[in-house]
């Protein structure tokens, strides 16, 4: 039973961990574009480092969880 052991989903990230989380799933420029355009829709600066938990959220519901993380219930 040595299956690799999954990852809860953090709070939130850096666009440098988004990019780690999915980067054997797509582009780094195909993840950095589509976080900008989540946060230009929030009126968020796309300067910024740590996306913020919602943003997050939403382009984990978008792109599907990343390989190896699972969404820890929040009981």
Do not use: W
């Not at 990230?13 to 420029?29: G, I, N, R």
């Amino acid at each position: 039973m040595n299956k690799r052991v999954k990852k809860p989903l953090p709070h939130s990230a850096t666009k440098s961990e988004l990019v780690e989380m999915y980067c054997d799933q797509f582009s780094e420029a195909k993840i950095r574009n589509q976080i900008n355009e989540i946060l230009k829709e929030k009126n968020i600066s796309k300067d910024t480092k740590i996306i913020p938990h919602l943003e997050f959220i939403e382009f984990v519901e978008t792109y599907g969880l990343p390989k190896g993380y699972y969404l820890e219930d929040d009981d």
